[in-house]
């Protein structure tokens, strides 16, 4: 089967790819570079995998129509979708400017509204697919300086579950996970003070890595997940528990 995931050019998106190939899922590898997604298609190939790179802004319909274009005649129509794209910026609310907070939604919510409905209508046909949206721990309880970040994840978290509802009887599972501070770019990014004080509150102790998230979206893509529908699976340290 061929899975396509976003974002992975690095940190959750590459190690979700790496594990999907181990699996023995086709990947279409997607980031916004080029170089990024080669880096991580070559790693599949080289391990025995067989992995594609393609360039695309999941924001932009043209960008994802044509990359869509490409995977459909290279690699088939994907039955796995993961919607990873996206990045970090922080800033207390009042020092969110306008641009920044349409650019947050644009990346994590109307990416991952475009690249499902250009995945979706194949997986219907088919009566079987899996889409798995990567949201955040954030996305529940939200974050300090974090509010345009924790208001996009939160949409993620609320379209899982709406389209799970559309589609769970025709054969296409939609769930969600939702990871807390994981150590990639994007969380190294953040500020010291604040990933000194998050890990602090963590019952766990540590921030979490990419493979471990990973192996979540692998369980939600995988026969023994079955009777999830609409879920959000929490990889978080126990920042959140339900």
């Not at 594990?19 to 990024?36: F, I, K, S, T």
């Not at 994802?64 to 459909?72: G, L, N």
């Not at 994981?182 to 953040?190: D, E, F, K, Q, Y």
């Amino acid at each position: 089967m061929t899975a396509l995931v976003t974002g992975a050019g690095s940190g959750i998106g590459e190690a979700i790819a790496l594990r999907l190939a181990r699996d023995g899922h086709r990947v279409a590898v997607n980031d916004l570079h080029l170089e990024a997604a080669q880096n991580t298609a070559a790693r599949i190939n080289a391990a025995g995998g067989q992995a594609r790179a393609y360039a695309a802004d999941v924001s932009d319909e043209a960008s994802v129509a044509a990359m869509m274009d490409r995977v459909r005649a290279e690699m088939g129509a994907p039955g796995i979708l993961v919607n990873n794209a996206g990045f970090g910026h922080q800033a207390l609310f009042l020092d969110i400017a306008p641009a920044d907070f349409d650019r947050i939604f644009a990346v994590h919510v109307r990416g991952t509204f475009l690249m499902t409905r250009a995945c979706l209508p194949a997986m219907l046909e088919r009566g079987a697919g899996h889409v798995v949206n990567v949201a955040s721990q954030l996305g529940q309880i939200g974050g300090v300086e974090l509010a345009h970040y924790s208001g996009a994840k939160a949409a993620i978290i609320g379209l899982t579950k709406s389209l799970a509802r559309e589609v769970s009887a025709r054969g296409v599972r939609v769930n969600a996970v939702a990871p807390g501070p994981i150590n990639t770019p994007l969380v190294r990014a953040l500020s010291e003070e604040w990933k000194r004080e998050k890990r602090a509150g963590l019952p766990l102790g540590r921030f979490g890595e990419p493979e471990e998230v990973a192996g979540a979206v692998s369980f939600l893509v995988s026969p023994d997940a079955a009777l999830f529908v609409g879920q959000t699976l929490g990889p978080n340290s126990g920042d959140v528990m339900l």
